[in-house]
């Protein structure tokens, strides 16, 4: 079994792409296909020493979920699991997806509430990602002056989403010793 697990949340699917990209710069051999949290139990979740947790943040700043009309259950549905669950001795890496022109007040706020509910759990957190270079009012996913995790904005940036992925990879590839 490969060292890293990737999950993620999605809508519309680009949460989805992105984890492809992410576990294709990874390798086969550390890390799994990706996997819609949707679709899996508490046991197939804890048995990776590393997870990679994927969200976008859709509404007023919401994780994605049947209350913010997503077609299938996702985070939302899967954060009751996080209450019993002990993630101590494993390290998580987060990325989110948002729009930072026109949600530049709640700006990937579902990646600050995904932090908030692993971290709880006894995980370490790696792969913060500095805020430089990108233009918002308010987030919940910052800490000091990093995101809680690395931050792809689509909508606006799309150019850099492959260099900030490659960039991101390599750091938390050193940070999880993969």
Known sequence: MAKVGIFFGTDTGSTRKMAKLIQKQLGDEIADK??????????????????????????QGQLPGLSVDCQEESWEEFLPNFSDMDLTGKKVALYGLGDQVSYSNEFVDALGELYDYVANCGAEMVGFWPTEGYEFNASNAVDGDDFVGLVLDKDNQASLTEQRIAGWVEQISAEMNL
Request: glycine content about 8%; proline content about 8%.
């Open 34 to 59: 990706p996997k819609n949290i949707n679709r899996v139990d508490v046991e197939e979740f804890t048995s990776y020493e590393c997870l990679i947790l994927g969200t976008p943040t859709l509404g």
